[in-house]
C-alpha cells in the first residue's frame, strides 16, 4: 500500500526516481529525510518519560517561554485581529499558491536571482550539491533552516564532500553533540547548559578547557568558533520564513546575527524553502513581522530580520539561488481542511503549550516537525502506508486538549486536524475493531460545522472510553502502547481550554519545574 | 530542472483545484492597526522608542542637534574603547565622531574594505531608515543614506546608530509602508541575543555586541 486515500481524489505515493510524474498531487517519498521516525510515537513516549533529566529541561525552558509569550502577547490589543489576517492571507496563499509562485519566481529572476524547483528531498539536495559544487567550495556555512532538516541536506552534501556548519547556536549544540533537533525553534530544547558544556569540551577545537557553565559564557565559545568561519565561507545555505510574491523578497527572521553573517558576507547564497513560504504582498509581512516573533521567543521582536531581493550590486552574495520545495506539500493542500497545516509559520508556540510534548519532547515524534502541528503535518506530507508506519500514530500524540489552536498565531484549528488523521490512521488499518469505527465517527463529528467546539465533543468520547473509574488504563491500538506505560487521565467535564483559560498551564505539575 | 518545474507547478494547480474551499476564500480582515496613536516623531513617540530599545539592554542617547549628536557619538566610542571606527562615507559631516584619539575610516561604495579589514576595526557609526517605538526597532536600509552596505553594521562588534525623530513611526505596518523592498533590509531589535540555552536570554553573540542608540529630536 503505497497510500492511503485521505477521502480526496488521487493523491499519490512520491515515487523515488520521479519517473512517475503525472501532475497529480504527491505525498514526500518513503525513505528520503526526516519526515518520518522507525518508531511509533507511543513506544518511544514511553522511553522518553522515563527520562526524568528530559522532562526536567523541557519543563523549564517550555515553563519560561509559555510566560514570556503571554506577556507579549498581552501588550496588544489587536492580537485576535492580527491573528484572523494571517490566517486569512495564508488561505488566500494557498488558493493562489501556483500563480503566486510563478510571480514569486519572476521577480527574483528578474532581481538577477536564480530559480530551481525540487519534487522531493533527494531532488532538492541534488540541486543545492551541484550549486556548491558548482564554485568549488567543499563548504558551506548554514542558517537554521526547518526545510534542510526535513530534506537531510547536511547528510546528503556529506556524501558529496561538502561539510556543512551548522551556525545557529542550538544547531551547533546539535551537531557537536551528534544529536537530532528536538524543537522547531530551540532544537538543542532537551539538553540543560552542563551537557551543552560537556559537549563543547569534548567536540569544539581549542576551547578553553576552563569553561564553565554560564550560558554566556557558553555562547563566547561558539562565537570564537565560528567567526573564521563567517569570515571565510565563500557559500551559504539558508531556509526562509517569508518569501514576497508581489516583489521576489526573501525573508529571515533570527537572533544571534549567524544569519546575517550567512546571508551577507559569502559570495553564493542558496536558499532551500517549502513552497507554502509566500506571502501575497510585501505589506502583508506587517501581520506576520508581529505575530512570529511574540509567539515564538516571547519577545517584541527579534533581535534581527533581514529581508533581500535578488541581488543587490555592491552589497551581499553576488550569486543567488532559491530552490522551492514540494516534498509533499502538493498532497496537503490538495485536502480542502488539511492545507490549513501549511499555514504554519513553525512559531513552535503549540510544542510549547502542549502538555505531551512537554513530557515527551521533540525526539519521540520521529520526524523534524514535532509537536501539535508536526502530529498533523508530518503524516499529511508522507501519508500513512499503514498501521505500521510510525506516523501512523503520530495524530494520537494529543489529548485534544486545544491549547494548540489558542496559542497558534494563523489560528490552525490543530486539533481537529489531529481528529481528521486518526481517521486517516484508521483508514490504513486492515481490520478496523469497534474502537476504530468508534473513533472514525468521532472524526465525522469533529469535522463538522463549528469547529471551534471540536475539541470539547471529544471529550465526551474521552469520557465513553474511560469507564466508570475515570482513568483511561487501556485504549484502542495504537495509543494501547502509550497507556500501557502510564494511566492516562480521563478528561475532566471541565474542558482542557477552559482548564488552560483559567490556570495558563500551571496546575500541580509545576512542583517539578524550577 | 524545467521537469521539475513543470511537474511541481501541476501537482500544485491539481491540488489547488482539488482542496479548494467550498465556500471560496473570503477577504482578508484588517481589523488590525495599521497606524499607531502617537505621531511619528512626537515626543511621545520617542519616549516610547527609547523605552522599548532600553529593554533590550541597549543605550539610548538623545541629542537635540547635529553637533550634540557627534559629542553622543564620541562618548558612546570612549565608554567603549572603541579607538578604530568606520563610517560610510555619505554619513552626515555633523554626525562623524571628531578625530583625535580616533581613527575614522570611510567606507566608498566603489572600493569596499575587505571583510578582515572590517573586523580589524572596533565600531561602525550610522544613520538608519525608520525605527519602530512599539517594538524598539531600528531599520537599516544597505546603501541608504549613511547607512553604507549591510556588511558594514554586521562585522565591527560595536554598533553606534543614529535615529532622527521625523524617522520614528509607532507601528509596524507603518514602518512598512516607508521602506523600500528593492533594497536589502536589516531590522535591529537590541544587540544580538540567543535564548538557546535553556532559554536564558544571553546579549551578544555573533551579530554585534554593543549597540549604542543615538536619538535625534
Ligand atoms: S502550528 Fe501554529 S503554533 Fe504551531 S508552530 Fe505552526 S504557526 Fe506556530
Redesign the pocket.
Known sequence: MSTTDLGMPAVRGGARDGSRDTGLPTHSVAGQGNLRGTTSFPRAAHEKLADTQLRRNLGKATGIIRGKRAGVVAELDDWEELRLAGSALKADVMARLPELLEQLEENVTARGGHVHWARDAAEANAVVAELVRATGSDEVVKVKSMATQETGLNEALAEQGITAWETDLAELIVQLGHDAPSH?LVPAIHRNRSEIREIFLREMPGVDPALSDDPRELAMAARAHLRRKFLTAKVAVSGANFAVADTGTLCVVESEGNGRMCLTLPGTLITLMGVEKLVPTFSDLEVFLQLLPR??TGERMNPYTSTWTGVTPGDGPQEFHLVLLDNGRSAVLADEDGRAAL?????????NVCPVYERVGGHAYGSVYP???GAVLSPMLTGISGPDDPNASLPYASSLCGA?FD????R?D?PNLLVQQRAASVESHPRPTAQDLALRAAALVMSSPGRFAAAEKGLALGRLLAGREGRISSLPWPLSHWTDSRDVPAPPAETARQWWARTGGHDEQDGERS | MSGAREEVLARLRAARDAGAPRGGVPPVPRGYHRSGSLAPGSAQVLDLLVERVEDYRARVLRAGSDDEVAGAVARCLDEAGSRRVVVPADLAPGWRPRTGEREVVEEHPGSPLAVAELDDLDAVVTGSTVAIALTGTIVLAGGGPGQGRRALTLVPDHHVCVVRAADVVETVPEALARLDPSVPLTFVSGPSATSDIELDRVEGVHGPRRLDVVVLR
Open positions: 522547531i509567539s515564538s499555514h504554519c509559520i513553525r512559531c513552535s508556540a503549540c510544542l509537536g501539535p502541528i494548540c496559542a497558534c498565531p494563523v490552525i490543530i
